[in-house]
């Protein structure tokens, strides 16, 4: 079992420095105020942001840094004037714990796009403090930015499902990509590809795989139930694609040409990108010619994440993950960078943090 190696009230593993290693750790969370819920974590899924930040990819990590932004766990301390909380409810919380409020995007429960919006880990609250995340014990945050998961639905499959699972939903919904009948493209299959393929699937559109990799036919097909792989770059393959895909959900982060994706829409179709690639290039005359769109979306809001989490306890759709300990986590991290995990790894809180 891991230990803290420091006095505090939450033990962890964190990062100490911008070589990424993690190592066991312990601090201080807050006490519970009037409007915050704390829970015990039992499971925090492991996204690649965590990579990003824990060795500084964006030169503004502060050290000792604790990642994590896919938990989920059990309530064991209600504020006084919480209401939608109580002992023993299984929650989650997402990539954000705070924002201001009181905002336009705040009102419209857009809280993800509020320019006070703060980071689950890494983040700089309202009292100054930096976010800790969910490689943790447990955590505290305010009523708002936590989610209800329903009665029967694992704590471990609900983990993934407010980062990798509400990152696809938001923008399918918003584009109405759940119109049975419709065709969807799913560019890469990893934890949000996947969960784009499943919602795909549920929202009844016949769905198209689209890979890099041969390799990942059968998995797309046979495991995963999308209608169609293409194998992107060959070029015989896209082309007899050309013009028939409704709609593109772009998860892939590496760097990748947006022409050749773009001209597989039809007239009016949509590409949504939830990936974060080094830079996009496309030629006007691919999106003016054809009326197609070219939207960004990252993450949700806090009214879209609890309605994703109902709708997959209701339709039974679950991650496909592989859960480990918390002292694999330098492991598991090196194997989600070299893409060698099918689809989310979540870490085994409970049992294993000590």
């Known amino acids: 079992m891991a230990a803290a190696s420091e006095s505090g009230n939450c033990s962890a593993w964190a990062a100490k420095d911008p070589s990424g290693v993690l190592s066991p750790h312990s601090f201080n969370r807050r006490t519970v105020r009037h409007d915050d819920v704390s829970l015990r974590i039992t499971h925090c899924g492991v996204c690649y942001a965590d990579v990003i930040w824990t060795k500084n990819r964006h030169n503004d990590s502060v050290y000792p840094l604790v990642p994590g932004h896919e938990i989920a766990g059990v309530v ?8 939608g909380f109580k002992l ?4 989650a919380v997402g990539t954000y714990v705070n924002s201001c409020r009181d905002c336009d995007n705040c009102n419209s429960f857009l809280e993800n796009h509020c ?7 890494n983040g700089v609250d309202t009292d100054g403090t930096v976010t ?4 943790s014990s447990h955590i505290v945050v305010h009523e708002r930015y936590c989610y209800k998961i329903p009665d029967g639905y694992p704590l471990e499959k609900a983990a993934p499902l407010v980062c990798a699972g509400i990152t696809v939903y938001s923008p399918m919904m918003r584009h109405n990509m759940n119109q ?10 990893g934890g949000l590809g996947h969960m784009a393929v499943k919602f795909g699937k549920a929202f009844g ?23 169609n792989f293409v194998v992107s770059s060959d070029k015989t393959q896209m082309e007899s694609l050309k013009n028939s895909l409704d709609f593109i959900v772009d998860t892939a982060s590496g760097d990748h040409p947006f022409d050749p994706y773009l001209a597989l829409l039809k007239v009016r179709g949509l590409m949504a990108l939830v990936g974060f690639p080094g830079e996009i290039r496309v030629h006007p005359a691919t999106l003016n010619l054809g009326a197609r769109t070219l939207s960004g979306s990252v993450t949700g809001g806090t009214k879209d994440t609890q309605e994703m989490i109902n709708f997959c306890a209701a339709n039974k759709i679950y991650p496909d993950i592989e ?20 689809y989310r790894f979540v870490i085994d809180i409970e049992s294993s943090l000590k």
């Open 115 to 121: 320019s006070k919006f703060v980071f689950t880990f």
């Open 88 to 91: 023993g409810d299984h929650v």
């Open 180 to 189: 049975p009948g419709k065709s969807l493209g799913v560019i890469g299959l």
């Open 132 to 135: 800790k995340g969910g490689y």
């Open 76 to 83: 064991t301390e209600v504020g006084s004037d919480v209401k």
């Open 205 to 227: 559109l016949k769905v198209t795989v689209l890979s890099t990799s041969e390799s990942k036919r059968d998995e797309a097909i046979s495991l995963l139930g999308a209608d």
């Open 323 to 342: 859960v480990i300990k918390i002292d694999y986590i330098n492991e598991a991290l090196e194997r989600l960078v070299n893409r060698d995990v099918r």
